[in-house]
C-alpha cells in the first residue's frame, strides 16, 4: 500500500532560517526574511512511502519486494532486516516552481538553502510518522547516489521508483535521464528498523561535504567492501 503524506507543517521559523544561514548584515536578514516568507506561504512538502519485505540477500544482492538491488552496502545493512520502507521526500513542486522566478546568484543560493530546509522538515516528519505508526525506537536510512559512488549506485534510482509506485503522479516527484530527482531538494531511499544509526555518511570519504551527517568509519568502509565483497 502506497501511503501519502501531504500535509506536512513548516516548523523552522524565519527567525532560525537566517541563523542557520549565518546572515548578520541587517539589510541581508531583511531580504532572506522576504525570501523565507515568501516561500513559506507557497512550500506544500511532501512525502510517499510502500512497506516493502526483504527476500534475500546473496552476496552484493538484495531483492526486494521482487526487485533485485546491487549494492555491498545495502546487502550489508539489510542482512538482518526483514521490512523496510522505500520513500521519497520532496520540498514540494510549488516552492521549486516558485524559486524559478528569483533573481540573482546570492538570492538563488539563498533560496536554495530554505528549500533544503523545508526538504528535512519533510524527512523529519517521515521518520517520525513511520517511527509513531510501525512503533519503532529507532530508524535507519540508506539512499541510491549518496556518498560514495560504490555505495549504492544512483543508477538503481529507477528500481527504487518502481518499486515505490505512482511517485510522480502522487507527489511530483520525476527522475531525469541522469537519475537525478526534480525538485532537486527531494531525497529517496530505504528506512529499516535497526539498532543503530547508520548514514551513508559513515562510508563515504569526501572531504568538506557541507551534507556530511556522520564522520568517516574506515573501519566500517572495510567491512562492507573487503574484496569487493560483503562480510
Given at each position: ?6 500535509d506536512i ?32 506561504a507557497t ?103 549518496s556518498g ?84
Amino acid at each position: 500500500m502506497l501511503h501519502i503524506l501531504e500535509d506536512i507543517p513548516i516548523i523552522i521559523t524565519a527567525g532560525e532560517a537566517v541563523k542557520q544561514l549565518m546572515i548578520e548584515e541587517e539589510e541581508d536578514v531583511a531580504l532572506v526574511t522576504g525570501l523565507f516568507e515568501a516561500a513559506k506561504a507557497t512550500a506544500r512538502p511532501k512525502a510517499l512511502y510502500r512497506e516493502v519485505f526483504i527476500e534475500g540477500v546473496a552476496g552484493d544482492t538484495v531483492n526486494i519486494g521482487g526487485t533485485e538491488f546491487e549494492s555491498a552496502v545495502l546487502a550489508m545493512n539489510m542482512k538482518n532486516v526483514h521490512r523496510a520502507f522505500a520513500y521519497v521526500c520532496t520540498c514540494g513542486t510549488e516552492v521549486d516552481k516558485w524559486s524559478e522566478s528569483v533573481g540573482d546568484y546570492m538570492t538563488m543560493l539563498w533560496v536554495d538553502m530554505i528549500k533544503q530546509m523545508f526538504l528535512t522538515e519533510a524527512s523529519v516528519y517521515l521518520r517520525d510518522h513511520i517511527k509513531n505508526v510501525f512503533q519503532f525506537e529507532k530508524l535507519s536510512a540508506i539512499n541510491p547516489g549518496s556518498g560514495n559512488l560504490e555505495n549504492w549506485p544512483i543508477s538503481q534510482q529507477t528500481r527504487l521508483f518502481s518499486l515505490i509506485g505512482g511517485v510522480k503522479e502522487s507527489i511530483g516527484v520525476a527522475l531525469t535521464d541522469s537519475f537525478l530527482m526534480v525538485p532537486l531538494k527531494s531525497t529517496s531511499g530505504l528506512l529499516y528498523p535497526s539498532e543503530t544509526d547508520f548514514s551513508n555518511c559513515a562510508l563515504c570519504s569526501r572531504k568538506n561535504c557541507t551534507g556530511r551527517r556522520a564522520e568517516f568509519d574506515g573501519d566500517l568502509y572495510k567491512k562492507a567492501f573487503k574484496d569487493g565483497m560483503t562480510l
